[in-house]
């Protein structure tokens, strides 16, 4: 029988990748607007870091809902979402993004302290 404290690290685990498997998925829907905001933000090579961004949400992000190397993965989007944070949701009109961002950084820094917890792939190797 699993415990309650194994479900809910499960579930937080799917909660903060989802949102970084739909923003991968939104980038190569919409790769033309993405780059161009990119390059908007004055980032050189655009289309290369929107590519990077997208393949470090779907592994991250897979990472993170499969329970696999998941400390890795969580450390990785962490490291990520440092500067994009600083490039595109600095200043007033983005505060609530800013935080968002802290926000899930933060549970990203639990996970790569606690681990994934039992329901995961790590476990079983």
């Not at 993170?64 to 994009?84: K, N, Q, S």
């Not at 990203?108 to 039992?118: E, V």
Request: some cysteine; glycine content about 8%; charged content about 10%.
């Amino acid at each position: 029988m699993v415990d309650s404290a194994a479900l809910l690290a499960f579930s937080g685990r799917l909660l903060i990748a989802v949102i970084f498997l739909a923003s991968a998925f939104a980038k190569v829907i919409h790769f033309e607007t993405t780059a161009a905001y990119i390059a908007q933000h004055g980032l050189p090579m655009a289309e290369f870091f929107c590519i990077v961004a997208v393949l470090i949400e779907v592994f991250g992000g897979l990472s993170l809902a499969l329970g696999y190397y998941a400390r890795l993965g969580a450390v990785m989007l962490a490291a990520f979402l440092v500067p994009v944070t600083l490039a595109f949701h600095w200043g007033a009109d983005q505060q609530i993004q800013l935080l968002k961002n802290l926000a899930i950084i933060g549970g990203l820094l639990h996970i790569a302290a606690h681990g994934s917890g039992p329901i995961s792939l790590d476990t079983k190797a």
